[in-house]
Nanobody, 118 residues
Framework: QVQLVESGGGLVQAGGSLRLSCAAS????????MGWYRQAPGKQRELVAA???????KYADSVKGRFTISRDNAKNTVYLQMNSLKPEDTAVYYC????????????WGQGTQVTVSS
C-alpha cells in the first residue's frame, strides 16, 4: 500500500512564500515522475510543476520564475518552493507521483490548502 502525504500549506500574504512537501511511503519499488497540481474553486485541476527521476522539470507558465520543484530520491519526497505568491495562486495543491509497487500507478495525495491574501 502506497501513500502520499502533503504538508506545508497555509495562509500567507501576497508576496510571501510557502514550501510544500510530499512524502511517499509504503511498498515502493520505484518512483518515476512526481508533480504538483492545483485546483481552485470552480476550476479544473491544473499542472503546476513536475520533475522526473532524473531531475528534468517543467512548469506552468503562470508560475515560471516564482515556483521551484525539487525532489529527494533517497527520501521519496518532492518539494514545491513557492515565492512571490499571488492571490490567484490560492487553491488546493495536490501531489502526484508515478510509483511502481506491484504495478505502475499514479498516486495522489489528499491535498493541502494554500490561501494567499491580498
Amino acid at each position: 500500500q502506497v501513500q502520499l502525504v502533503e504538508s506545508g500549506g497555509g495562509l500567507v500574504q501576497a508576496g510571501g512564500s510557502l514550501r510544500l512537501s510530499c512524502a511517499a511511503s509504503g511498498s515502493i519499488f520505484s518512483i518515476n515522475a512526481m508533480g504538483w497540481y492545483r485546483q481552485a474553486p470552480g476550476k479544473q485541476r491544473e499542472l503546476v510543476a513536475a520533475i522526473t527521476s532524473g531531475g528534468s522539470t517543467k512548469y506552468a507558465d503562470s508560475v515560471k520564475g516564482r515556483f521551484t520543484i525539487s525532489r529527494d530520491n533517497a527520501k521519496n519526497t518532492v518539494y514545491l518552493q513557492m515565492n512571490s505568491l499571488k492571490p490567484e495562486d490560492t487553491a488546493v495543491y495536490y501531489c502526484n507521483a508515478d510509483i511502481k509497487s506491484s504495478n505502475w500507478y499514479a498516486y495522489w495525495g489528499q491535498g493541502t490548502q494554500v490561501t494567499v491574501s491580498s
